[in-house]
């Protein structure tokens, strides 16, 4: 029986993901993570003048006169309150903006990203495993944990050892919440709005990093049973 999806409401936040077909890497060197960044913050706008692909060959003094007219316009399909981009899949909490706002950024960013692992890697054929996944966040509780979980995911799948390392993750939107970066995509204030200052958030983080995997409160919200994030 085939399930049909609840439509994604407006105003509402998401934990969105996921993962690249049979486990394998989405990401296997830095450009290939800095390229998800910049399309992320790219398609979060409402209206795109060009594909991604087309606006990087375009003049320098042309792309900045199309990010310009973006900002200025101040429009987007969704607000993002995190975010982190791990080997094989990817997390984000996200905010609808308008009608059909988040099926229409994911489209754009996952459809843009494998064109250009493919092309890059010289590949063929789907990249990520079918369609995202989005879990609706229902509660003040769910949504500081899920985002918690999403800021530990690179130190609870040892992708990094440290506190330190964690906090640098650059391929996270934590170190925008701990004041190590002032990246404009994240917007931070729906979840500061809860905490006094940068370090009260980061102590938050920290002093649960241990105990990740036992967050069963929310454990429904991050994955399905056939699924296997870490």
């Given at each position: 029986?085939?399930?049909?999806?609840?439509?994604?409401?407006?105003?509402?936040?998401?934990?969105?993901?996921?993962?690249g077909v049979a486990f394998m890497p989405i990401f296997t060197?830095?450009?290939?993570?800095?390229?998800?960044?910049?399309?992320?913050?790219?398609?979060?706008?409402?209206?795109?003048?060009?594909?991604?692909?087309?606006?990087?060959?375009?003049?320098?003094?042309?792309?900045?006169?199309?990010?310009?007219?973006?900002?200025?316009?101040?429009?987007?399909?969704?607000?993002?309150?995190?975010?982190?981009?791990?080997?094989?899949?990817?997390?984000?909490?996200?905010?609808?903006?308008?009608?059909?706002?988040?099926?229409?950024f994911m489209a754009n960013f996952q459809n843009s990203y494998?064109?250009?692992?493919?092309?890059?890697?010289?590949?063929?054929?789907?990249?990520?495993?079918?369609?995202?996944?989005?879990?609706?966040?229902?509660?003040?509780?769910?949504?500081?944990?899920?985002?918690?979980?999403?800021?530990?995911?690179?130190?609870?799948?040892s992708i990094v050892k440290t506190a330190d390392e964690l906090?640098?993750?650059?391929?996270?939107?934590?170190?925008?919440?701990?004041?190590?970066?002032?990246?404009?995509?994240?917007?931070?204030?729906?979840?500061?709005?809860?905490?006094?200052?940068?370090?009260?958030?980061?102590?938050?983080?920290?002093?649960?990093?241990?105990?990740?995997?036992?967050?069963?409160?929310?454990?429904?919200?991050?994955?399905?049973?056939?699924?296997?994030?870490?």
């Amino acid at each position: 029986m085939t399930r049909i999806k609840p439509p994604l409401v407006e105003g509402e936040m998401y934990h969105v993901f996921n993962r690249g077909v049979a486990f394998m890497p989405i990401f296997t060197d830095r450009l290939e993570y800095k390229r998800a960044m910049n399309l992320i913050s790219y398609y979060r706008n409402e209206t795109t003048p060009l594909s991604y692909s087309h606006f990087m060959r375009s003049p320098l003094t042309k792309r900045v006169d199309i990010l310009e007219e973006m900002r200025s316009r101040g429009k987007f399909l969704i607000k993002i309150i995190a975010l982190c981009l791990m080997p094989n899949h990817f997390h984000l909490v996200l905010q609808q903006k308008t009608k059909k706002g988040i099926s229409k950024f994911m489209a754009n960013f996952q459809n843009s990203y494998a064109r250009y692992f493919n092309i890059k890697n010289n590949r063929v054929g789907p990249l990520l495993q079918g369609d995202f996944k989005a879990v609706l966040i229902e509660t003040k509780t769910q949504f500081l944990h899920v985002v918690r979980y999403v800021h530990l995911n690179p130190y609870s799948s040892s992708i990094v050892k440290t506190a330190d390392e964690l906090l640098d993750y650059e391929f996270s939107s934590l170190p925008d919440y701990v004041g190590l970066k002032n990246r404009e995509f994240v917007e931070k204030d729906t979840v500061m709005n809860y905490f006094n200052s940068p370090q009260q958030y980061k102590e938050f983080v920290l002093d649960h990093a241990d105990y990740q995997k036992k967050l069963h409160e929310i454990k429904h919200l991050l994955i399905e049973k056939d699924e296997r994030l870490e």
